[in-house]
């Protein structure tokens, strides 16, 4: 992205060396691609990218901007789809089951401990993982296609919020489910996020109903060419999580 700011035309390769599985892409200046004025375009979004973990307004989403996120989606050789009332339903039941399997699951407690804190970003001495102020407020009055990072390690007065009764999702898909498809996906995932915010649209995130395979089938709309579902998006308007401090997770050497 930065490559095009700058107006340099760049060719990304993905997996270019079979012999080398962590080598995942390879990036090269070359000038008979012409440069991506679009992508180029979403370079100040990066600043102003924030998850929400809060509740959103009932305000819809204008279909124009749904269009824009689908052809940034496209564009990344992904698609983005918008379900129907009934799919919405049957994701947000998903996520609720995800959850209690989560529950149950020592293994699942255990990771999901390891990368979030119980204190507060300015006083914990963690210096990685999510920090208890980025969990948003716990959902009380039905479900909700929100995280909870707080159920593995419970924060004391964390407080209940109302989530929007009808949330927003869209469902980010991808043709095969190959380590290519996901590299993909990633790069469409960073597409759809800066267009949303260059848009004023909040967005969350969740993949937990995605991370089990008896459920991630289900995730897809059996009527829709959707693929293989690999992010579950929900938009909307309202606030911010608060982010970390850059210091805290960058430090630059000279």
């Known amino acids: 992205m930065s490559a095009a700011w700058i107006g340099l035309p760049v060719r990304v390769q993905l997996l270019p060396d079979d012999a080398e599985p962590w080598l995942l892409a390879t990036v090269t200046l070359d000038e008979t691609t012409g440069a991506d004025h679009e992508l180029a375009s979403l370079h100040d979004a ?3 990218r924030h998850t929400s973990r809060y509740p959103f307004s009932e305000e819809p989403v204008p279909t124009a901007l749904l269009d824009g996120l689908r052809a940034a989606a496209h564009l990344e050789g992904c698609r983005l789809t918008v379900p129907d009332t009934w799919h919405i339903d049957t994701v947000l039941g998903l996520v609720r089951d995800a959850e209690h399997r989560e ?9 999901t ?12 001495t963690r210096r990685d993982g999510i920090p208890a102020d980025a969990f948003g407020p716990k959902a009380s009055g039905g479900p909700t296609p ?3 990072f707080g159920w593995a390690n419970p924060i004391p007065d964390r407080g ?5 009764k009808r949330p927003q999702l869209a469902l980010l898909s991808t043709e095969g ?3 290519a498809d996901w590299l993909r996906a990633g790069q469409a995932m960073e597409r759809v996020l800066l267009q949303a915010t260059a848009d004023g649209i909040a967005t969350s995130m969740t ?12 995730v897809r709309d059996p009527v829709a060419a959707m693929g293989h ?13 608060p982010r970390r401090p850059l210091t805290e997770v960058l430090e630059v050497r000279e």
């Open 46 to 48: 990066i600043r102003r």
């Open 103 to 111: 529950d149950i699951d020592p293994l699942a407690q255990a990771e």
């Open 113 to 124: 401990a390891a990368w979030t804190s119980r204190t507060q970003s300015a006083t914990s």
């Open 146 to 148: 929100v995280r909870d």
């Open 160 to 164: 209940w919020a109302v989530f929007e």
């Open 177 to 179: 489910d190959t380590k």
């Open 207 to 218: 993949s937990h109903p995605l991370e089990w395979p008896e459920l991630r089938w289900t």
């Open 229 to 241: 579902v690999q992010m579950v998006f929900r938009l909307g308007y309202g606030p911010d999580t």
